[in-house]
């Protein structure tokens, strides 16, 4: 079992599989990815080993990130493969959305279970301001295509920034009569967006009070659930979450890990330790020694991250460390 030294129990990892993204969101990657060396991501047979080890010690939900997952051309094949292993029982990605109308059938006969696709604002203007990417309306006709064909879990992941609010009854109609959940993501500050976090972070709280106020009532974690705090409504069919990381005892409920993709296990996405195991992924036989040294990192989990003090941990933007 992963178990860290506050007893928290990580069944959940994700994975980042490229840190290449097409996108430039303003508080991620406003001037594009920058290529510095050489594709350097792991291989699929270095996913491949690595998941094998996971398994073992009781993961069965993976979700894949970036970067920008869906730019590998072999993201189909990974996830055959992480589906290959009967104790996944889900399998997810996060993506911007930017090829998914073209993709989701592939990615759903590969076993997808859950998707969340990044959609910062329901008006396509502040869309393509945000993004500097003008396909808003693709993205919601791929939401579209994939809950037709099957795919059980969707969420929409938008960051909350001032305009949200004022958008808050467009993105409500837009879960009134599907179940499909939104959540709110607090913006996050890191060594690349200070000034942008300065002039555009919203404490969650005031949208919490909003809910509140129009009738939402907080509910339950679903098991495996991650960080958010969910929000139910009689008149709604789909449900809303926030991701509040500045919030009082967040890490508490702390159940994922994160492996970079160069295979680095990053314990806390703000901290400061990745600790590099690639070169235990490079066969099956290393089973054994890459859950030792897994263990051994689990064991200095910090109990909270230090955002509060300003300590953003040595991250650049989350695309690099697989957000
Ligand atoms: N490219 C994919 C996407 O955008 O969905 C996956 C990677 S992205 C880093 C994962 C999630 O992190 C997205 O929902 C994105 O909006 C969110 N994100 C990125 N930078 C953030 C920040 N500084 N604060 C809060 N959320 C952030
Ligand atoms: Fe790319 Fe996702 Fe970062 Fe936007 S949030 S720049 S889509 S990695």
């Not at 920058?34 to 594709?39: E, I, P």
């Not at 300065?198 to 009070?209: E, F, T």
């Not at 400061?272 to 070169?279: A, F, H, K, S, T």
């Not at 890459?290 to 300003?310: T, W």
Request: proline share 3%; net charge neutral.
């Amino acid at each position: 079992m992963l178990q860290d030294s506050f007893s928290r129990q990580f069944q959940y990892i994700r994975i980042s599989v490229t840190e290449r993204c097409n996108f430039k969101c303003q508080y991620c990657l406003p001037n594009g990815y920058q290529r510095t060396c050489a594709d350097d991501s792991l291989f699929v047979a270095e996913i491949d080993n690595l998941v094998a080890a996971l398994v073992d010690m009781g993961v069965w939900k993976i979700r894949l990130t970036g970067g920008e997952p869906t730019l590998r051309r072999d993201l189909s094949e990974i996830m055959q493969i992480i589906r290959g292993y009967p104790q996944i029982r889900e399998l997810g990605i996060t993506t911007n959305g930017f090829k998914l109308g073209d993709k989701i059938n592939e990615y759903f006969n590969a076993g997808l279970t859950n998707l969340n696709v990044s959609v910062d604002s329901m008006d396509g203007e502040q869309f393509k301001n945000i993004t500097q990417v003008d396909k808003l309306d693709y993205i919601m006709d791929s939401i579209k295509t994939a809950r037709s064909i099957g795919v059980c879990k969707i969420k929409i992941n938008a960051v909350l920034l001032p305009h949200s609010l004022t958008e808050l009854d467009m993105f409500l109609e837009y879960i009134r009569n599907q179940p499909i959940s939104v959540r709110f993501i607090e913006l996050m500050q890191t060594s690349d967006n200070g000034a942008y976090f300065k002039a555009n972070y919203i404490d969650a709280a005031i949208l919490h009070n909003e809910l509140l106020q129009r009738g939402w009532q907080q509910i339950a974690r679903e098991d495996g659930a991650g960080p958010a705090i969910e929000f139910s409504h009689t008149d709604y069919i789909g449900k809303v979450g926030i991701i509040a990381p500045y919030r009082k005892d967040f890490c508490s409920t702390c159940n994922r890990l994160r492996f970079t993709h160069t295979g680095a296990l990053r314990l806390c996405l703000f901290g400061d330790g990745n600790y590099p195991l690639r070169n235990l992924l490079q066969s099956k036989q290393q089973k054994p020694e890459l859950q030792q040294a897994i263990l051994v990192a689990l064991s200095e989990k910090p109990k909270a991250h230090q955002l509060a003090s300003f300590k953003t941990g040595n991250i650049q933007n989350l695309s690099n460390v697989g957000g």
